[in-house]
């Protein structure tokens, strides 16, 4: 099984629903990370997140909340969704260790959102 | 701001032939540096990281120098395979601010038999 787990895997809605996308994860790290993927655009970051009780903007969130259910649940949601928020999202965690986090990010198999 | 500029593909290349993806970055603090790599209908995974100047990270034959005086951290591989076909993202995570990784486009390989 995979370490960090995205559900679901694939959806299509429609302009105006409410669509949440859930990321669980069995490695034990406190941090964890929503990316969203556009082509040629790279990985940018909507929320981040380093405790439960931690909730950090990316650099595009506007559209998008999270919630921080426990260490291992992070979850991400569109109150209304769009078409430009068309795209594959992706799940990250990372360990900051005893020595402090050397940075690596752990993904999740990504979800990708279609907005009709 | 942090950034990362990545060489553009797409990249074709023939099995057993050399391969170069330039990297260059700008970063407001002394930054780490990754190559991740993602293959068809995956998550990124990490392929090799350095974290100080000079220093060279090294997986699956694939190897990358953080220099520092050129800002830079290209990806090499001496004989790239079928299986090396895949998006490669450089990116850059400045601690302690811990909370951004920034990425570049990423590159997409094909190696053709």
């Known amino acids: 099984d995979a370490d960090v787990t995205q559900t679901p895997r694939n959806r299509i809605t429609k302009t105006g629903k409410r669509i949440m996308l859930e990321c669980s994860q069995t490695?034990?790290?406190?941090?964890m990370y929503w990316y969203r993927q556009d082509p040629g655009l790279g990985l940018r970051l909507i929320y981040y997140?380093?405790?439960?009780?931690?909730?950090n903007k990316g650099e595009i969130s506007d559209g998008y909340s999270v919630s921080r259910q426990a260490q291992a649940k992070f979850s991400l949601s569109l109150e209304s969704a769009i078409p430009n928020q068309t795209a594959l999202y992706f799940c990250?965690?990372?360990?900051?260790?005893?020595?402090?986090?050397?940075?690596?990010?752990?993904f999740g198999e990504g979800s990708r959102l279609t907005v009709l | 701001g942090d950034s990362v500029t990545q060489m553009e593909g797409p990249v074709t290349l023939s099995e057993e032939a050399f391969l170069t993806i330039n990297c260059t970055y700008t970063?407001?603090?002394?930054?780490?540096l990754f190559w991740y790599v993602q293959y068809p209908g995956e998550g990124l995974q990490l392929l090799l990281k350095a974290t100080k100047a000079d220093d060279k990270g090294s997986n699956k034959g694939f190897e990358a120098t953080y220099r520092k005086e050129t800002t830079s951290f290209h990806l090499e591989k001496g004989s790239v395979q079928v299986s090396d076909s895949a998006v490669y993202f450089c990116a850059l995570r400045v601690l302690p601010n811990a909370g951004k990784s920034t990425f570049g486009d990423g590159t997409t390989l094909t190696v053709k038999p």
């Open positions: 490695k034990g790290h406190d941090r």
């Open positions: 990250a965690t990372s360990d900051p260790g005893l020595a402090g986090d050397t940075g690596e990010l752990f």
């Open positions: 970063a407001t603090g002394y930054p780490s």
């Open positions: 997140s380093f405790d439960v009780k931690d909730i």
